[in-house]
């Protein structure tokens, strides 16, 4: 998303139509699943523009059809900065995220899997984005965030593992400067950062609230120290 709403921003301009295919078919060829976008809107000369209804579907094998989805997402562009290198977003605002974490018996999920996807697929998709613009005369492209907030984060486990399975709940608004350094950080870097913090978050509170669910169970037994003891554990 980050690649496309760049090159978007640098070449598209208001081409709203053009910048929702581009979003869903490199989406696609980099997750390896169906990307889709509800709708585009880029406002260059106000310095503003949103995504609405971004998703990404599970890889075959899943139980639920997303893996994630994004109801809104809002950019504040840095004018000055339009066709220079790093290209600042003054902010990008992710607003009610919702992700799916599937585990399966050797450990894996469906986040890793396309997380290894993009991983894989992302230095290709750099090196097109870096040589299209070195033929255009510039450097490649880099992107720096100046303020990054997620807010609004749902999330729902689905695990073997009985304590976390249908682990559900909701994350704290997330906030981060500077994203992507001083120089900028190329889309698939930058790309990497906020889902990378989405997924270590979640995986922290699934466990924190699974351990929990087995803990209130026990307490319906024991009680005094004991229940106290076993309480403290899951903080």
């Given at each position: 998303v980050v690649l496309v709403v760049a090159v978007a921003i640098w070449f598209f301009s208001s081409l709203d139509g053009i910048?929702?295919?581009?979003?869903?078919?490199?989406?696609?060829?980099?997750?390896?699943t169906k990307v889709s976008v509800g709708g585009v809107s880029i406002k260059l000369t106000e310095g503003a523009g949103q995504i609405t209804k971004l998703s990404v579907a599970n890889p075959k094998g899943y139980r639920t059809d997303e893996a994630l989805s994004?109801?809104?997402?809002?950019?504040?562009?840095?004018?000055?900065?339009?066709?220079?290198?790093?290209?600042?977003?003054n902010e990008l605002v992710i607003d009610s995220p919702l992700l799916n974490m599937e585990m399966n018996e050797?450990?894996?999920?469906?986040l890793k899997e396309i997380s290894d996807n993009v991983s894989a697929n992302t230095a290709a998709a750099d090196k097109e984005a870096s040589s299209a613009q070195e033929q255009a005369g510039g450097e490649p492209l880099r992107i720096l965030i100046r303020k990054l907030i997620i807010k609004g984060v749902s999330y729902a486990v689905h695990s073997p593992v009985e304590k976390l399975d249908n682990a559900k709940?909701?994350?704290?608004?997330i906030t981060m400067t500077n994203v992507g350094g001083s120089k900028g950080g190329t889309p698939?870097?930058?790309?990497k950062i906020i889902v990378g913090k989405m997924t270590e978050l979640v995986i922290a509170q699934a466990a924190k609230a699974g351990i929990q669910s087995a803990i209130d169970k026990k307490l319906k037994d024991v009680g005094g120290g004991l229940g106290d003891a076993l309480k403290n554990l899951g903080k």
């Open positions: 910048v929702k295919n581009q979003i869903e078919a490199i989406g696609t060829e980099l997750t390896g994004m109801n809104l997402l809002r950019l504040g562009i840095d004018l000055p900065s339009v066709g220079k290198n790093p290209l600042v977003l050797k450990g894996g999920s469906n709940g909701t994350l704290p608004t698939g870097e930058i790309g």
